[in-house]
Nanobody
């Protein structure tokens, strides 16, 4: 299983980016698909998740109303649309897939089996 994250870059505060995660060999309906981020010197942090089998989407509070997770299951792609970006959103962003991730653990990195390589997002003026 291979996850390939892309779409990161440098933007000014208030700008937008769209991250993509190519999830080859996965049937997305069978997985919890998530985005995490890790800033320098900090632990990996949950950002957003989708579990289509349950029809559920989850966000961390700090990105609600600004970020949107979506997917195109026919293309095995997961996206994270990030609007109104803030300097505190600066981090390396990772996509993750969990075939056995239960809802209560959906925000916990160790509950995911597969990880992409990360893509850098930098928000600065």
């Amino acid at each position: 299983v291979q996850l390939q994250a892309s779409g990161g870059g440098s933007v000014h505060p208030g700008g937008s980016l769209r991250l993509s995660c190519a999830a080859a060999e996965l049937r997305l309906d069978d997985y919890a698909m998530s985005w995490f981020r890790q800033a320098p010197g900090k632990e990996r942090e949950f950002v957003a998740a989708v579990r289509w089998s349950a029809g559920s989407i989850y966000y961390t509070d700090s990105v609600k109303g600004r970020f949107t997770i979506s997917s195109d299951n026919t293309k095995n792609m997961v996206y994270l649309q990030m609007n109104s970006l803030k300097p505190e959103d600066t981090a390396v962003y990772y996509c993750a897939a969990g075939p056995r991730t239960i809802t209560s653990m959906i925000r916990v990195p160790s509950s995911y089996d597969y990880w992409g390589q990360g893509t850098q997002v930098t928000v600065s003026s």
